[in-house]
């Protein structure tokens, strides 16, 4: 069966609704009140005499306070700006769409804790700028062991100042989680908890170069803005053209996470596959902290980190590590079910990611479009997809409800024709009454399916002692060309997710050999972006000898 999934019904509807978001972002700026406490360009001299500055928001009284750090090459005077029109915010929140409101104060930097809400929890609330941006002096490096001890100076100075009880944790957003990870390996003596909230935790496996195949869309975007806005010794977006392959150089900028041991909350969002979600979760289960907790959702990135029901749970995790407060302990998982992009299915605890009771189930891949639970195909089949054409498409109705959490791999045998290499796409969709159905995806994309994957033939080489059930790992250390006529397995790891399959539902797998999504900016998945050959063929196998197929995290209901 061919499927062409970048062609999908509703496109004039979203794309209505994204220009709505790009003219009038659906975020509601408070002001903040007229008595906030707040000290700006407060410096903090490093080590080495260099000088970064901070902007510090002090609560009500005399204190001491417990204190929430952010650090960032942003500007922490990146805030909203009131003209005669209102509030004006930053080009980011246009280039990402937006699907719900939500609320943040006139003082909230980008991606940072909200100053208002937390001073009014009895927090101090420092956002700083990092070696060479906004207003710290200095030149700069970014995601290094150089930046993670300038974080390091900056904790320790809060956790020494009189306003401070001597407890720092540290919250926030993407580079807000990534500055997170290093300096919590370094162990700061005031560092008591850390909330890394969406952060990849491997630039390379990650973000740049998902499954070896080249980043050419946010990466491009991102390196570039961050060179314009800070003053930096590095140059990511040049050197990593540099590094096709995972060595040393990008080993230097991977945190060690079996390091951390302070507690840690991590949001693993579900709607972030293409940046934040793998590494958000490694970051869970590689953690050697004692106190370990996982949010997870499926909701849009910014309106989930300033809900009422994230920021009760931030507050708590923080009331109970740096304040020592009898608060209500938070869960190992917080495990949020979808049927749709639109309907959470359920809200429940779990005891471990993924869950202990998982069923790493196989579904072949067979002949006439059909996923076989039964087994391998019986005899030999073939079918190829152009490196620019429609893809193939396999089908499994759903018998009875079934619930999917978790990442699905899967394990094919390929061959290529006119090449020596190929990129493979693998995509799993939900589709109710013969209709595919959309869930949040990265950026804000709101045509998402339910898990995507892509790999590089060329550097399928597996790293087996690092591989989880549904999790396979690779060296990406090699190239390894396919010659003519040759059937290789590629292992192809697919993002993680957490959804409920109603009986007469189906599940579509569809493997193509480009992007499966389109890259307009008006109903495509803009700004991702994946580099693919524009020629050759892809030819994927299945037989008793070849057994193609998708691994699938089914979870057994338990007992009411």
Request: one cysteine or more; proline letters at 8%.
């Amino acid at each position: 069966m061919r499927d062409r999934p970048w062609r999908r019904s509703g496109a004039l509807r979203y794309a209505l609704g994204r220009v709505r978001n790009v003219v009038r972002p659906p975020v509601r700026v408070v002001p903040a009140p007229h008595d906030l406490r707040k000290r700006l360009d407060v410096e903090v001299r490093m080590r080495d005499g260099v000088i970064l500055r901070v902007n510090v928001y002090l609560p009500p009284g005399d204190g001491p306070f417990p204190v929430l750090m952010s650090a960032h090459p942003y500007g922490k005077d990146n805030i909203p700006r009131r003209t005669r029109r209102g509030w004006h915010l930053g080009a980011q929140m246009r280039i990402t769409n937006q699907s719900l409101p939500y609320e943040i104060s006139s003082e909230t930097g980008w991606e940072a804790p909200d100053p208002v809400t937390w001073t009014r929890a009895g927090y101090a609330v420092v956002n700083a700028d990092l070696r060479g941006a906004g207003t710290s002096d200095g030149v700069g490096t970014l995601l290094d062991d150089a930046e993670a001890q300038d974080v390091y100076d900056l904790v320790e100075w809060a956790g020494s100042q009189p306003w401070s009880t001597g407890s720092v944790g540290m919250l926030g957003v993407s580079y807000l989680a990534l500055s997170q990870y290093k300096v919590a390996g370094l162990h700061p003596p005031a560092l008591k908890a850390i909330c890394p909230w969406e952060g990849f935790t491997d630039a390379y496996r990650d973000f740049m170069r998902q499954g070896g195949l080249e980043e050419d869309g946010f990466a491009t975007i991102w390196t570039t803005m961050t060179k314009r806005g800070a003053r930096l010794s590095v140059d990511l977006g040049r050197d990593r053209h540099r590094h096709p392959l995972r060595d040393g150089w990008w080993e230097a900028i991977t945190p060690d996470l079996g390091a951390i041991t302070v507690p840690i909350l991590v949001c693993g969002s579900f709607s972030d596959g293409e940046l934040h979600s793998t590494g958000s979760f490694r970051a869970f289960e590689r953690a050697a902290s004692e106190h370990r907790h996982l949010y997870t959702h499926r909701a849009p990135k910014w309106w989930a980190f300033y809900s009422d029901d994230a920021v009760a749970a931030q507050r708590a995790f923080f009331d109970r590590h740096l304040r020592g407060a009898d608060a209500p302990a938070l869960p190992p998982v917080r495990l949020e079910v979808r049927e749709r992009g639109d309907r959470v299915a359920e809200v429940r605890a779990e005891q471990e990611w993924p869950p202990a009771r998982t069923e790493w189930r196989p579904l072949h891949l067979g002949p006439r479009g059909a996923l076989l639970a039964d087994g391998p195909a019986r005899g030999t089949g073939s079918a190829a997809v152009a490196a620019r054409g429609a893809g193939l498409a396999f089908d499994l109705p759903i018998a009875d409800d079934l619930e999917l959490t978790g990442p699905m791999s899967a394990h094919l045998w390929v061959s290529v024709e006119g090449v020596d290499d190929a990129a493979v796409f693998v995509t799993v969709e939900k589709r109710t009454a013969g209709r595919w159905v959309p869930f949040e995806g990265s950026y804000g994309y709101g045509r998402d399916r339910v898990a995507l994957g892509m790999h590089r033939v060329a550097v399928r080489e597996r790293d087996d002692a690092a591989s989880l059930p549904g999790r396979p790992a690779h060296t990406f250390a090699r190239l390894q060309p396919v010659a003519p006529g040759e059937i290789v397995p590629v292992d192809v790891a697919l993002t993680a997710s957490s959804t409920l399959f109603r009986r007469g539902d189906a599940l579509r797998l569809i493997v193509t050999a480009r992007e499966p999504y389109p890259r307009n900016p008006l109903w495509g998945h803009l700004p991702a972006h994946h580099a693919a050959p524009r020629r050759g063929r892809l030819r994927v196998h299945w037989s008793a000898a070849h057994a193609s197929h998708l691994v699938v995290p089914v979870l057994p209901r338990l007992p009411a």
